[in-house]
């Protein structure tokens, strides 16, 4: 996986471009009122953007713009792959929930590896937003940014779809499972 901190060669960006702007035509549903070229002006003068957008897509992610932040203007890219992204599976919450194992440790933890590509982890909002453009997490589940409140009592929210419904559930901080992962947001 391309670490989202180092830059990547022009061919790695041509290839992500292209690679962004075929899913973008094939989901026009998740963005009806956004130009692509709208998209490719604001990719191309975010090189650090681009790269979080090749780390998303190296870990399985398939991101794609779902909207815009009414205040800020910024385009948002979601991941939308139809199970929770494989190359971030595994994983407990954050770093406090990883230090607090003593034993069975995870590879990592999901808000460690979204800091690391340059990315956070959607929220319940977004994720039930997510969920109105197709239908995802069918097999997996997804850790969600959870509100600090919750996150000082040692839990942490997921969410999935099971019975036709979105669920959002809590759990343990530092538990993690084979299925479940996160999905990210990046604001470009």
Not at 5 to 11: Q, R, V
Not at 131 to 155: H, V
Not at 157 to 171: A, S
Request: proline share 4%; aromatic share 10%.
């Amino acid at each position: 996986m391309e670490n989202a901190n180092n830059s990547i060669t022009e061919t790695e960006k041509q290839a992500q471009i292209a690679t962004l702007a075929m899913r973008f035509e094939k989901n026009k549903r998740r963005h009806a009122d956004i130009a692509w070229s709208d998209v490719l002006a604001r990719l191309q003068d975010a090189p650090a953007k681009l790269a979080s957008l090749a780390a998303m897509e190296g870990t399985g992610g398939e991101p794609d713009v779902v909207g815009r932040d009414p205040a800020s203007g910024e385009f948002l890219f979601f991941d939308c792959s139809a199970e929770t992204p494989e190359g971030r599976r595994a994983l407990c919450y954050d770093h406090a929930a990883f230090e607090s194992r003593k034993t069975a440790k995870p590879a990592g933890s999901a808000m460690d590896l979204a800091a690391e590509m340059g990315i956070e982890l959607l929220n319940e909002e977004q994720y039930r937003y997510l969920q109105t453009l197709g239908e995802f997490d069918l097999k997996t589940s997804s850790w969600l940014n959870t509100p600090a409140p919750m996150r000082k009592l040692d839990g942490a929210l997921f969410g999935d779809r099971r019975y036709d419904r979105v669920f959002v559930y809590h759990n343990s901080a530092p538990s993690y499972y084979g299925v479940r992962g996160f999905r990210g947001v990046l604001r470009v």
